[in-house]
């Protein structure tokens, strides 16, 4: 086929296929020029997930009445005039395509009046066709009303999902864009229906507003500026931590970016504080001259580069770094007659915290049955808490022969540490267990064996778990039940729909009795909705049976019986792979009596 050119309506139609993948989308780019407008009110109202129709209404500046026609022209922006202008861009819009390219797919109205204007003025386009400039009545500012998205493109329409689904994205993004302007008052509607308001108040107030109390309550400040730039806004404890990042929140001069080298510097300031597995909370605000920073990478605009990109790394990470380390994990202070920071100085070495060898406590509680009641479910365990062998006790373990040690390569167990390790004595000295990742390992392989064989059994609970769930998870609920999908039943799951904002888990795995019901199944709906049922049991099985196993794990400070230890210690003997936890660290660790010796140099 020759090359040759394309027309103005596959051209916008190409770029809105950029801009506008879902009405989430749209609703991101409108709201972002109704706060380039300076309005100070925003209204949001959807019909069926905003796919039928989305509108918002704002009190911004307006459009002139000769400059409608314009708006829905691509590449008409007032925002930028010059190449200068785009290299130190302060709007949130200024490419002129977004407008252009909702309008190309969907029946638009546009109806602006500006605030000194006699009345005001309407446009509407219906695809690639513009009507006439027509009177009308509004008072000051604009409402644009985007009607039938995708009409005239039907093979995109049928990749859209569920309403339940396409509202959850657009309240997602109308949640993004009111946290970024507390100043801003915020309402949003569903099918006619209030859902939202925001009001108009102090940043904190907004962040609890969104996020919940129960991150406001774990949350401390941040606010901590050095040569230009400043890291403001509020990030979680590490106790209130996520098994997935949908509680992260950073933006770049008031501009929402998924940025890979700020998430670094983020996760490298709380590596020492939360494991690798977890997610951390926050809502963090970057501010610095424009000209330092470069919008222009992606057509949604949520990436970005910097001109000096590891000031900025050093910068993010000192910032919540000193934070976290603070005994109130909250102080951000500058001590008097410490030199400030400069992020665009020379790296420097992290100053390390004291180190001291504390006492280490041996002591087992004879009494709690919590690894026993853990593994009450596991079918297919040849060992249970009971039949541990003749180790009742420290004192039983001076009685068991070499060939008790020789038969089980773990040992006997002595004793605990904080809680975290095991110890164990075995034929060539002491062994060190990770009882999590241990207990993880043989949960995980327990399940996979279980769902390979289709035997992952179900425990119906006494009294159901509800829970407020977000729209994103009722949605998943809905799809899978709607469609006659068994997943949730294949990983022994039965999860109902209550309300609109309400679920209820009715039963859990088996297994997984006594895990948080309530965590346990937002991350099953996650990975649901995230991958869809059946990339979630084929190719994303095993790291959705890891996250299962990881609920399910005996927890770091648990106090085990003697018994209960060796039960783990015969479970980890019987399970494959049992070295190594879902995540490649290992386990346990041998350390012979020849290495002990040379510790203590004995024989020198």
């Known amino acids: 086929m020759p090359i040759q050119l394309l027309p103005d309506q596959l051209i916008s139609q190409i770029a809105a296929g950029e801009v506008v993948e879902r ?108 009507s006439s400039i027509e009177p009308a009545a509004l008072d000051a500012g604009t409402i644009i009303e985007v009607t039938d998205l995708y009409f005239n493109t039907p093979a995109r329409r049928k990749f859209l999902k569920t309403e339940a689904t396409e509202f959850g994205h657009c309240e997602e993004a109308f949640n993004r864009i009111a946290l970024s302007r507390p100043e801003v008052s915020f309402m949003l509607q569903h099918n006619g229906r209030a859902l939202s308001r925001y009001a108009v108040g102090q940043p904190a107030r907004r962040f609890t507003d969104v996020l919940g109390q129960a991150f406001a309550d774990e949350a401390f400040s941040v606010d901590e500026s050095s040569a230009g730039l400043r890291l403001w806004g509020m990030a979680a404890k590490p106790t209130f931590n996520r098994h997935t990042r949908d509680a992260q929140y950073v933006y770049v001069n008031g501009r929402f970016v998924r940025d890979k080298l700020i998430a670094h510097a983020i996760r490298q300031a709380y590596q020492d504080v939360l494991h690798h597995d977890r997610h951390p909370a926050f809502v963090l605000f970057l501010e610095l001259a424009p000209a330092l920073v470069d919008v222009n990478v992606h057509p949604t605009k949520t990436e970005v580069r910097f001109r000096d990109a590891q000031a900025i790394h050093r910068f993010i990470f000192h910032s919540l770094h ?66 541990a062998g003749l180790i009742q006790n420290i004192d039983d373990l001076n009685n068991v022969q070499s060939d008790g040690l020789e038969t089980h390569p773990l040992g006997f167990a002595v004793g605990q540490i904080h809680g975290i390790y095991v110890l164990a004595q075995n034929a060539q000295g002491l062994v060190v267990v990770d009882m999590h990742a241990a207990h993880e390992r043989i949960m995980y392989e327990a399940l996979k064996n279980a769902l390979d064989h289709q035997a992952v059994s179900m425990q119906p609970l006494l009294i159901p778990v509800s829970f407020n769930a977000d729209k994103l998870e009722v949605a998943t609920v809905q799809e899978v039940l709607s469609a006659g999908d068994n997943s949730l039943t294949q990983l022994g799951f039965d999860i109902a729909v209550i309300s609109p904002n309400t679920l209820a888990v009715r039963a859990v795995p088996t297994m997984l009795r006594q895990a948080d019901a309530v965590t346990l199944a937002r991350d099953v709906l996650h990975d649901l909705r995230e991958y869809g049922a059946s990339r979630a049991l084929t190719e994303r099985r095993n790291e959705l049976l890891g996250t299962m196993a990881c609920h399910a794990a005996v927890r770091a400070n648990r106090s085990l019986t003697i018994p209960e230890m060796n039960a783990l210690l015969r479970d980890m003997e019987a399970t494959e792979r049992s070295g190594q936890c879902n995540h490649g660290r290992p386990t346990w660790f041998q350390v012979s009596l020849s290495d002990l010796d040379k510790m203590f140099m004995r024989g020198k």
Do not use: C
């Open 23 to 130: 009405p989430a989308s749209a609703l991101k780019e409108l709201l972002e020029n109704s706060l380039d407008a300076g309005s100070t009110e925003i209204q949001v109202a959807l019909l069926q997930g905003g796919v039928k129709q989305l509108r918002v209404t704002d009190n911004g500046s307006g459009v002139a009445k000769e400059d409608l026609a314009l708006a829905l022209t691509r590449h008409a922006t007032s925002k930028i005039t010059s190449l200068e202008d785009l290299e130190s861009v302060a709007s949130l819009g200024f490419r002129g395509e977004a407008l252009a390219s909702i309008a190309s797919i969907s029946r638009t109205q546009l109806l602006s009046r500006q605030h000194e204007a006699k009345h005001a003025w309407k446009i509407t386009s219906e695809g690639s066709e513009i």
């Open 322 to 387: 000193k934070a976290l380390a603070s005994p109130t994990g909250a102080s951000n202070a500058v001590t008097a007659g410490q030199a400030s920071y400069n992020p665009f100085a020379s790296a420097g070495a992290v100053s390390a915290y004291p180190t001291f060898q504390s006492q280490i406590n041996l002591s087992v509680n004879e009494n709690t049955g919590f690894y026993q009641t853990m593994f009450g479910g596991l079918q297919n365990s040849a060992h249970k808490p009971n039949d």
